[in-house]
């Protein structure tokens, strides 16, 4: 992973390959006043004009360092426009950050002199540059040298470098930047090397060197607890299901939050097949999951006050002799039934058993991740996630998502659309209305919420992440193509605030 530290240094004098500096509309460059004067008379005003250079989000331009300074290239990376104090949001710097920082791939080092003179500025711009220092190269073989590896090292340039609280947040940036990485990790995986089992023995592997516990439920185990949602989109692969729980628990937790992952290392849709098109990103199915087990692992390394435990659902759905058909009908764990109309619609029977298994355990709270439905992309894009579930914990998460940069939109779950899911011959119809699919989904997934000691349903959110957990378009900010690591820095927060 990219080393990143902090330093007093002057701009001038940084040691880097690379120096990186914030550009606004105007064109302007930020914390201009601190570069030498050949090098502020060069990126002036009209400079930049005639450069080009806009300041625009996603903009990243490099020009030669010139002899003010020690660096031999200087990189402009834009921050889009400034708030009305004329500075630069936490998620714009962080954008900007990433941007430069996936340009450079290649470079040995850089220099951030991006807007940093405050705590959260400073950890917005580590936090960036770490999330954009990312390529997946364990696939290459005769192309290795065409793809080139993350920049080595960065330097924060803050006067704020020897403050403790920095130090934490700075800490905090690389162990959420570490999360999300393992996340892409597993998402541009090849389905063919991350399977259930495979994806086991991979959270057994991030739980290391932590005190994160990891249970394994296998095929068997699975059948004798009489998990059948899982076990029914399974049974047409050759690589049987697997539940995993993984649990970060201090000893006086102040809150316990439980994590429900859909887990389906490859979806082709099952008997209900997918067309070839639409099978070409479905090794991403299992990005709930992945976000799971590294916000699991985050909070133990953030050594966070509150008990997390994370629920992996995963299988492999595939059509085969053994496959489950249309009209089948499964018992989910606890005991309820459900018609399966379409076996494309498998996210939710796997969710369902382990929905009802995290909510054996009472938590506090219960928040699923998935990417659950078409629905939501063509709702809110390959940008927004949705959230619904009850409605304060769906402003929690709201509020953690904003401090976290990750966009996320409330959405509702009207009460006239769960009569779509009602079956003629089992308790439930695993699809409704197809208006609203997404609505219906999360309807769906609500039936199986436990109640609390108190009789009413444990405070449940559902968040479908089926648009940002893979970026098929160009890559953007500290986002490259592939598997972006969405919903992790959210359920981090999340757990921040509960503790």
Request: overall charge negative; aromatic content about 4%; some cysteine.
């Amino acid at each position: 992973m990219t080393d990143l530290r902090a330093s007093t240094t002057a701009p001038a004098r940084a040691k880097a390959d690379a120096l990186v500096l914030a550009v606004a509309p105007g064109p302007q460059v930020l914390g201009a006043e601190s570069l030498p004067r050949p090098l502020r008379s060069a990126l002036s005003p009209e400079a930049l004009t005639a450069l080009g250079v806009s300041g625009k989000a996603d903009e990243v331009l490099r020009l030669p360092g010139g002899e003010s300074v020690r660096a031999a290239v200087v990189v402009l990376t834009g921050t889009g426009p400034l708030d009305e104090e004329g500075a630069p949001g936490a998620e714009q710097l962080r954008r900007a950050a990433g941007a430069a920082a996936r340009s450079l791939a290649g470079v040995a080092s850089a220099a951030l002199a991006l807007p940093a003179d405050d705590l959260e500025s400073a950890a917005a711009v580590a936090e960036g540059a770490l999330l954009g220092a990312y390529a997946y190269r364990a696939q290459r073989a005769r192309t290795a040298e065409s793809s080139k590896p993350p920049v080595a090292s960065l330097e924060l340039l803050t006067p704020l470098a020897r403050d403790r609280e920095l130090a934490a947040r700075v800490e905090r940036a690389a162990v959420l930047a570490d999360a999300v990485s393992s996340v892409r990790d597993l998402v541009n995986a090849p389905p063919n090397e991350l399977y259930p089992e495979t994806f086991a023995q991979a959270a057994r592997d991030a739980a290391k060197g932590t005190r994160v516990k990891v249970t394994v439920l296998d095929e068997e185990a699975l059948a004798a607890g009489g998990y059948g949602g899982i076990l029914g989109v399974g049974q047409g692969s050759e690589r049987p299901p697997r539940l995993v729980r993984v649990e970060h628990a201090p000893s006086r937790p102040k809150a316990h939050l439980a994590l429900v992952g859909k887990g389906i290392t490859f979806d082709s849709g099952g008997l209900s097949l997918k067309p070839p098109t639409g099978m070409v990103t479905m090794k991403c199915d299992m990005a709930g999951a992945a976000a799971v087990l590294a916000a699991v692992v985050a909070a133990a390394r953030l050594d966070l006050p509150v008990r997390v435990t994370g629920w992996l659902a995963l299988a492999e759905n595939m059509p085969s002799g053994t496959a489950q058909r249309p009209s089948d009908v499964l018992t989910t764990y606890g005991g309820r039934t459900v018609e399966v109309l379409n076996t494309d619609a498998e996210g939710r029977l796997v969710m369902a058993d382990a929905l009802v298994a995290a909510g054996e355990e009472q938590p506090d709270a219960l928040v699923d991740v998935a990417t659950l439905t078409g629905a939501q992309v063509v709702a809110l894009g390959s940008r927004v996630s949705a959230v619904m579930g009850d409605d304060l914990l769906r402003t929690a998460v709201l509020a953690a998502a904003e401090r976290a940069g990750e966009q996320f939109w409330p959405m509702p779950l009207p009460e006239e659309l769960r009569a779509s899911l009602d079956s003629p011959v089992a308790d439930i119809a695993n699809i409704g209305d197809r208006n609203g699919g997404m609505l219906v989904a999360g309807l769906f997934l609500r039936e199986f919420v436990p109640a609390g000691p108190d009789g009413e349903r444990i405070p449940w959110a559902h968040l479908d992440i089926a648009g940002p957990a893979f970026n098929e378009h160009g890559p953007h900010g500290y986002t490259g193509k592939g598997g972006t690591g969405h919903a992790v820095r959210t359920l981090v927060a999340l757990a921040e605030d509960l503790a």
